[in-house]
């Protein structure tokens, strides 16, 4: 904590003004925060578990083992001819078109084929067409993309021309460049409602001729990986019709060259990490303009994520049989309980909802995951069983191949309301609007989230927040679109609706008034972080209700020695540390135009200026900076 700063004019500096001087950013991070420093420590048990010789290991463990061992082998090298073939034979990676399998937001018990525009070889469209500081990271990408062209050549044993490697790159440049112009910005695809347009592959080939691109022959080759037919009558949801109506100029204006060598960049870009060191270091100077970063992660660390991200089942669990408490869960879902009474009681003070949409809302209780999933069966990772030690690289394509197959094959089976939608060693939570889920994993189940030992303002202030807010965005400007059963359907009365979008607008202007001084002064986007401040501003509320009604039956605490805080403020501490954080200006820049979340401070700051509750257990005069006259609430 800050004592020197008076809470009332800045809780986040008198929360974590302490936290933020003792905590130097480390050179391979441009973020570090409390997430991430429980991150870092949930990485060093995985090391341990990975590292870890049990001859009765079930066979998942033994391939995650194997998977981790073959990361942290680098002494072999590979081909980048002959893995670039293989890549662009056996896997599909999504440039140009974004396309995968996924629930239908209008039927959440069948799976459809999605189309969206494509992500980029940069964080977002801002730095490929804006100025000032997007322009140095635009210029160590073209670099960076040059270097990689000469290793290219040099390993195909082609001389060297200096003068055509710059031109081809700059011309894939300048297409990256139209394909991010092409897109739409996030502001202008916040509604679903809107984005959703569901058609047949016949009617899309009519719609998006794309210069004779056939739409049935793309997507059957993608599905035949999986033996799966489709015909031109199968139905697709497309997500992206603005960006289609633009591609067709775009692919016009380029050759088949260029974009040849796009594909090809795109491909190679992602897999630098699982290359030799010479395409690392080459990579090193973009990383150092985009993140601000100097020093390169352990290898260890990028090994433990790579295994954690492809097979989550198996780590997970290995996690949880390393360091989870049984008796968590029980009471975890003891405070889901709580809260959900809580936000049921909060739908009775709204003024601005009526009671026809109130019945809907209530009846909207969200299925709950806890800790990890006990229906343990293998990861998305090869069944081949040809992972070894020796071969990292030929692993990653097995895992490529596999996870592309696994999430493809789904088209034709049923969704399974309980598939556990991440792994248990994450610090994180999450809500699911398709199968109103919310899921809290094992790893976020720590302190300063939430223990068994610590006191219920803690774990309310903490973990409690959480679960509000994972419960709220079944209600936010995204979630309120979907019912009790994940389907889109607009269970809105007309009053209701019109009601909520004035009492959002309310939050749009407030958040878009906090000025970022890191990110170069640029404010918060009010309309791209909607869902998340409706998310922190419901979840901190539903949280202390559920506080305050718990001291009621149990009594209050007793206060922690030493600190002369009672158990109100001590709900309100914990709720700003767990935000505690610093990063760097290039992070700042980066995460304001990418991140649905607003900054960690503005999350505290916005979240508390807007709660009566605060400023009682703080005695915050009206118009003080952490009291304003003009507050905002939608739950």
Same mark, same amino acid.
């Given at each position: ?373 006990? /229906? #343990? ?7 081949? @069983?040809? !992972? ?5 690289? $030929? =692993? &990653? ?115 878009? /008034? #906090? ?7 640029? @404010?918060? !986007? ?5 869902? $998340? =401040? &409706? ?101």
């Amino acid at each position: 904590m800050d004592p020197s700063v008076e809470p009332c004019q800045n809780f986040y500096q008198y929360a974590c003004g302490g936290w933020i001087e003792r905590h130097v950013i480390p050179e391979t991070s441009s973020l570090h925060s409390v997430f991430n420093i429980l991150r870092d420590e949930l990485e060093i048990v995985l090391k341990g578990v990975l590292e870890m010789e049990n001859k009765d290991d079930r066979e998942a463990f033994k391939k995650a083992k194997t998977l981790y061992s073959s990361c942290m082998n680098e002494k072999r090298m590979w081909s980048l001819e002959d893995t670039l073939a293989v890549l662009n034979a056996r896997y599909n990676k999504k440039a140009v078109l974004e396309m995968f399998v996924w629930p239908d937001d209008r039927d959440s018990s069948s799976y459809i084929i999605h189309v969206d525009q494509p992500l980029l070889g940069m964080p977002s469209r801002d730095y490929y067409l804006s100025d000032g500081n997007y322009k140095k990271v635009h210029f160590a990408y073209l670099e960076f993309m040059v270097s990689i062209a000469r290793i290219a050549r040099e390993d195909r044993n082609l001389t060297q021309d200096e003068e055509r490697v710059w031109e081809d790159m700059t011309q894939v440049l300048a297409l990256e460049t139209d394909i991010a112009n092409a897109t739409s910005p996030a502001e202008e695809r916040n509604d679903i409602t809107v984005l959703y347009n569901k058609m047949t592959l016949r009617e899309a080939q009519q719609a998006f001729n794309l210069n004779g691109f056939n739409w049935t022959r793309y997507i059957q080759g993608i599905m035949s990986s999986v033996s799966v037919t489709v015909q031109p009558d199968e139905p697709i949801v497309v997500y992206c019709s603005p960006y289609l109506e633009k591609l067709s100029d775009v692919l016009s204006k380029h050759s088949h060259r260029t974009l040849q060598n796009y594909l090809a960049w795109m491909l190679i870009m992602e897999r630098v990490s699982s290359m030799s060191r010479r395409f690392k270091d080459v990579r090193a100077h973009y990383r150092k303009a985009l993140h601000g970063t100097t020093v390169e992660e352990a290898r260890w660390r990028d090994c433990v994520r790579y295994v954690q991200g492809n097979m989550e089942n198996a780590v997970g669990a290995l996690y949880v049989r390393e360091t989870f408490s049984g008796n968590s869960k029980r009471m975890v879902r003891e405070l889901i309980r709580k809260i959900q009474e809580a936000y049921v009681e909060t739908l009775e003070e709204l003024s601005w909802m009526d009671e026809q949409s109130k019945e809907k809302a209530r009846e909207k209780h969200p299925n709950q995951l806890i800790s990890h999933s006990h /229906k #343990f069966k293998n990861d998305g990772s090869s069944d081949r @069983n040809t !992972s070894i030690e020796e071969n990292y690289f $030929e =692993n &990653i394509l097995e895992n490529l191949a596999a996870s592309a197959q696994k999430v493809h094959k789904k088209l034709r089976e049923p969704v399974d309301p309980d598939m556990w939608i991440i792994g248990a060693a994450v610090v994180n939570a999450f809500y699911s609007h398709n199968r109103n889920q919310i899921v809290f994993p094992a790893g976020i189940l720590q302190p300063p989230f939430f223990s068994e030992k610590q006191l219920q303002a803690l774990n309310f202030g903490g973990i409690g927040m959480v679960i509000g807010h994972e419960i709220t965005h079944g209600f936010d400007d995204h979630g309120r679109n979907f019912d009790k059963d994940g389907n889109m359907y607009n269970w809105w009365s007309n009053y209701s609706a019109e009601r909520f979008e004035d009492q959002s607008k309310c939050m749009v202007e407030q958040y878009g /008034k #906090f000025s970022w001084k890191l990110a170069g002064g640029q @404010n918060v !986007s009010g309309i791209t972080t909607l869902g $998340e =401040n &409706i998310a922190d501003n419901g979840g901190v509320r539903q949280a202390y209700k559920a506080y305050m009604k718990w001291v009621e039956r149990e009594g209050e605490e007793p206060r922690l020695p030493g600190l002369d805080m009672d158990h109100k403020q001590l709900f309100f501490l914990n709720f700003a540390q767990v935000w505690c954080g610093a990063c760097r200006p290039e992070y700042a820049i980066q995460s304001i135009k990418t991140d649905p979340h607003s900054p960690l401070e503005y999350r505290v700051l916005g979240s508390l200026q807007n709660f009566e509750a605060f400023s009682e257990a703080f005695h915050c005069a009206r118009g003080a900076p952490m009291n304003p006259e003009e507050k905002c609430r939608v739950w």
